[in-house]
Nanobody, 122 residues
Framework: QVTLVESGGGLVQAGGSLRLSCTAS????????MGWFRQAPGKERESVAR????????GYTDSVKGRFTISRDNAKNTVYLQMNSLKPEDTAVYYC???????????????WGQGTQVTVSS
């Protein structure tokens, strides 16, 4: 029984920044890898970033490397996605999710948040 709730999405101009947060209730947060995914209309759900249980290891899809940073605060049961230098192609619904393994596949994530909309204007 786990609930994940994202926040922080919104409308931003190209070049701007947003910080997404995802807070977990239930379970033991520190026992799981966490990931951020995004899905644009008509496109597949894509892994954006992932982070190890203790936060020491991170991974990113190539298109966001150098611009996005994933982090976590286990004391707050929260994972973050800092998004800088945003581009219109970053527009999507962003989801956080948890996994028992290190993976970019949505199928390996068992709990998902409701999603938060990020819209980047040109």
């Amino acid at each position: 029984q786990v609930t994940l709730v994202e926040s922080g999405g919104g409308l931003v101009q190209a070049g701007g920044s947003l910080r997404l947060s995802c807070t977990a209730s239930g379970g033991t947060f520190s026992n799981y890898r966490m990931g951020w995914f995004r899905q644009a209309p008509g496109k597949e759900r894509e892994s954006v970033a992932r982070i190890s249980m203790n936060g020491r290891i991170t991974g990113y899809t190539d298109s966001v490397k150098g611009r996005f940073t994933i982090s976590r605060d286990n004391a707050k049961n929260t994972v973050y996605l800092q998004m800088n230098s945003l581009k219109p192609e970053d527009t999507a619904v962003y989801y956080c999710a948890r996994s028992s393994v290190w993976s970019i596949s949505p199928n390996e994530y068992d709990y998902w948040g409701q999603g938060t909309q990020v819209t980047v204007s040109s």
